[in-house]
């Protein structure tokens, strides 16, 4: 442990504990860390697989955490932690009385403290989830957008300002959405936001390329950051104002990544020999090393910025601006531990020999692992004490609520043909020129596609937000335009770039508003259908934390015909089936998308418990995100009443569009736009056929989930448990047939034939399309009405099904 100055003015200025305790923390926080680690690897049952928990990497943060976390941060504030430090941010919080021993001792075991910090499965206060690396970096910097977007509204007040940070591993800059986030928030005049780099210079598999951090300070420059490189700590900045220390830092500023790692796991020999070969027989320099033990030597070449309380003090107190600040702390990759230095370090586990001398270095006895002041000079009363007046814990967890928003009745328009993607945005124009108290929460926003997503009404009306005026030029200029591009702090659209990973973790910031900020925001976000995929890994990560929002994927399926392959989605519909946290529908008229508007809405809102409606054994109290699938394909509306009957079946999933009778042969089964051939494929059978019922499926993914969820019921015990579609399909012959159909893939449908046992054809897309019309490409794949009615007449016949050939 570094013991420099007792007490420093920096340190007397950010916090309320005496440096001596500070120390104490940090050295307790190193222990518990590691010691969770070895408790969950080498002394609690596991099976045979290795449990893991990146001891090396939670030991280079230690110092870092206990600057920020118990000097530097405010209640206000929130913070990403990297990944690998979850044992770090856990052994925090058991001191702080958030997180449990059990928990700690159960660390990465069924129901113990979770291997990433994560908001919906850890009981301690996270701010943001992290495990994917470079996401929970970037949803600092949009969750700091979003603050300021509540900060402009004339609300109740939200939280005073804090700053958003993120701990960030230097591997992680290697991943793209961090540099896609930059330049986003430089656009938006990002504020309020630090990222605070562990410069360890080790990745997972090795060492990072040399002159690496000039790369790192220049791209965050060029994005208008102020940059504070950490590199010294206050012994080794000592030693270069004696004599020949300048001779050391110019050799420490030359050393190599790997050399410098390397000497730093041999230890003060090696550090003697390999200083003096470089720079012995020197006068001043020589003697400078001469002065120093070995124990003292490696304690001087292990003293870096990101290492001394005093240098990150001062670095965190000496912002006094609301400008975005990237620290790059110099840091050893398991400092203090047996581990620092080595290469192979981050999954590395000490020994249970090392652990015990690494507990006998800590003064822990045996037994008392878990013990809050063991191994500490500080007395028990004093560390309470100290503790319970840390301004950033003083309001314990801050999990914040918001009232909900009611949510007015939601007409469809009334045109005779349209496209649901059209239709969403008449929904949104009409909102918008209310005055509800939905549309004032209403945020959009979208990833360069505004116009052609059909939010261009909405941004019309309600304004583009930017904290100080842009004027529309082109309207000033008095050129003819259809939209009313005018910036303002009233304005309710966040303009983007194109970067889908940036509009998920938007999203997923604004979507946690309530939570974060104690204010309800309904985001809404629009992008092409088949571009989810290109920010899959943000979408999920934002469903992780549970955020809140509307996201609508349009056009879907290979309906923007002309736009050809890389324009038209397929694996959408499965994406939305298997994506946890996200109700999946794909309407394919106006008023069905009007009532699945409704139900979102309040949907987004609800924070119930997760006890299944045995109506339909889908968990809906528990609320979450919602994902339409929309199509730009106009289609004739039906024009059909809407029942309390049809409305329920619509959110439940699916309703008959023509029941079948009591003879019936075969069921049309649809999701979205091909209703129109399923619709024409009924009405051209041949005259011995007539008795074809069509099922419209709204949510093949609230169908299957009941499904699923009816027959785990069933497994336990509750024979009666139904599901929505078992229920819809009960009243067939077990003779009958099925031909789904969707413009997607086959398999979102198809597994609706093993429901109670139907044989089944599934019709969709499995292969890029091209260019053409959409009769065009609907033929090409074989779901277009000629293809549904040769499917039935080939079941009605027992022929095998021969598929449209691609």
């Known amino acids: 442990m570094i013991d420099d100055a007792d007490a420093t003015p ?11 305790v500070l120390r104490a923390i940090e050295k307790k926080l190193l222990w518990l860390a590691c010691w969770t680690v070895h408790n969950a690897n080498h002394l609690r049952q596991k099976d045979e697989v290795k449990v893991g928990g990146h001891q090396a990497s939670s030991a280079s943060m230690v110092t870092i955490m206990t600057a920020l976390y118990f000097a530097a941060l405010r209640p206000q504030d929130r913070v990403a932690v990297k990944p690998h430090a979850a044992p770090v941010f856990h052994a925090m919080q058991y001191l702080m009385g958030n997180q449990s021993l059990e928990n700690l001792q159960n660390f990465r075991g069924y129901g113990g403290a979770q291997s990433y910090p994560s908001r919906t499965k850890d009981v301690d206060d996270v701010d943001f989830s992290t495990g994917s690396v470079g996401l929970g970096v970037g949803i600092t ?33 290697d991943e793209g959405n961090i540099y896609e986030c930059l330049q986003e928030g430089w656009k938006h005049g990002l504020r309020n936001t630090w990222w605070i780099i562990d410069y360890n210079r080790q990745s997972l598999d090795g060492v990072v390329r040399e002159g690496l951090y000039t790369r790192i300070t220049d791209i965050f420059r060029a994005f208008g950051w102020q940059v504070e490189v950490l590199k010294y700590g206050v012994l080794q900045r000592a030693a270069f104002a004696r004599p020949g220390g300048d001779r050391l830092r110019a050799w420490i500023d030359d050393c190599p990544n790997a050399v410098y790692s390397a000497l730093i796991f041999q230890g003060g020999a090696a550090w003697r020999k390999r200083l003096m070969d470089d720079l012995g027989d020197q006068g001043d320099v020589s003697r400078l090393i001469d002065s120093y033990s070995d124990a003292a030597l490696a304690q001087l070449m292990e003293n870096l910025g990101g290492h001394c309380l005093e240098t990150l003090a001062e670095a965190f107190a000496a912002v006094d601006h609301d400008q975005p600040v990237a620290f ?22 000490m020994t249970r020999a090392q652990m015990e001398r690494f507990r006998d270095s800590m003064g822990i006895r045996e037994g008392h692992e878990w013990d809050l002041c063991e191994g500490l000079e500080v007395p028990e009363a004093d560390m309470r004490t100290a503790l319970s007046r840390v301004p950033f814990f003083a309001d314990g967890p801050r999990r914040y609520r918001a009232d909900r928003v009611a949510v007015p009745a939601v007409a469809a328009p009334g045109d005779a043909v349209i496209s649901t993607q059209a239709a969403f945005g008449k929904v949104l124009d009409a909102l918008a020129k209310s005055d509800s108290a939905l549309a004032e929460r209403i945020v959009t926003t979208s990833p360069d596609v505004t116009v052609s997503t059909n939010l261009g009404p909405w941004v019309n009306r309600r304004g583009l937000f930017a904290r100080q005026d842009i004027p529309d030029t082109f309207r000033d200029e008095r050129v003819p335009s259809t939209q009313k591009w005018r910036f303002s702090a009233a304005g309710q659209h966040l303009e983007l770039g194109i ?14 508003s309530h939570a974060l900020f104690r204010e309800r925001l309904i985001p809404v976000g629009t992008l092409y259908d088949p571009f989810v995929s290109r920010g899959l890994d943000a979408l999920n990560y934002a469903c992780y934390q549970d955020a809140r929002f509307l996201l609508i994927g349009t056009p879907s399926g290979v309906s923007l015909a002309s736009e050809g392959g890389a324009h ?19 309407p394919a008229f106006a008023d069905e998308l009007a009532v699945i508007l409704q139900w979102a809405f309040d949907y987004l809102q609800r924070d119930g418990e997760g006890d299944p409606d045995e109506r339909t054994w889908l ?9 339409l699938r929309l199509s730009t394909r106009p289609v004739e509306q039906p024009g059909l009443e809407m029942t309390p009957a049809r409305r329920q079946g619509i959110i439940d999933g699916a309703y008959w569009l023509r029941p079948p009778g009591p003879n019936c042969e075969a069921v049309i089964v649809y999701q979205g736009t091909v209703a129109t051939e399923a619709v024409a ?9 007539r008795d074809i019922a069509v099922l419209a499926v709204t949510s093949a993914d609230r169908l299957n989930a009941g499904w699923q969820s ?31 159909v969707i413009d997607g893939h086959p398999a979102t449908l198809s597994w609706i034939g093993g429901v109670l046992g139907h044989r089944t054809v599934a019709l969709g897309v499995e292969h890029f399309g091209q260019t053409g019309t959409v009769a065009d490409l609907y033929h090409h794949f074989g779901i277009d009405h000629h293809a549904i009615v040769g499917a039935l007449d080939q079941l009605s016949a027992g022929r095998p099904i021969a598929l449209a050939p691609l």
């Open 10 to 20: 920096a340190v007397r200025q950010l916090q309320v504990i005496d440096a001596k």
């Open 499 to 512: 970067a889908e990973m940036n509009l998920f973790l938007l999203l997923a910031a604004a979507g946690l």
């Open 328 to 349: 790059l702390a110099y840091t050893v990759k398991g400092w203090g531990t047996p581990l620092a230095g080595h290469k192979d370090n981050h999954a590395g586990l």
């Open 710 to 740: 009816a027959q785990r019921q069933r497994a336990n015990g509750n024979r009666s448990a139904r599901a929505h579609i078992e229920t819809l399909l009960s009243g067939l012959s077990r003779d009958a047939t099925l031909v789904t």
């Open 619 to 627: 968990r809906d109290e528990t609320g979450g995100s919602v994902y």
């Open 681 to 689: 494929a009924a009405g051209r059978v041949g005259p011995d056929r």
């Open 568 to 586: 038209q989605s397929i694996a959408a519909p499965l994406i939305g089936m298997s994506q946890d946290g996200l109700a999946a529908f794909e």
């Open 141 to 173: 910097a949009f969750a700091s957008m979003v603050q300021d977007y509540l900060h402009a509204k004339d609300w109740a007040a939200p939280p005073q300002e804090g700053r958003m940070i993120a701990l960030v591993g230097d591997a992680e800059l």
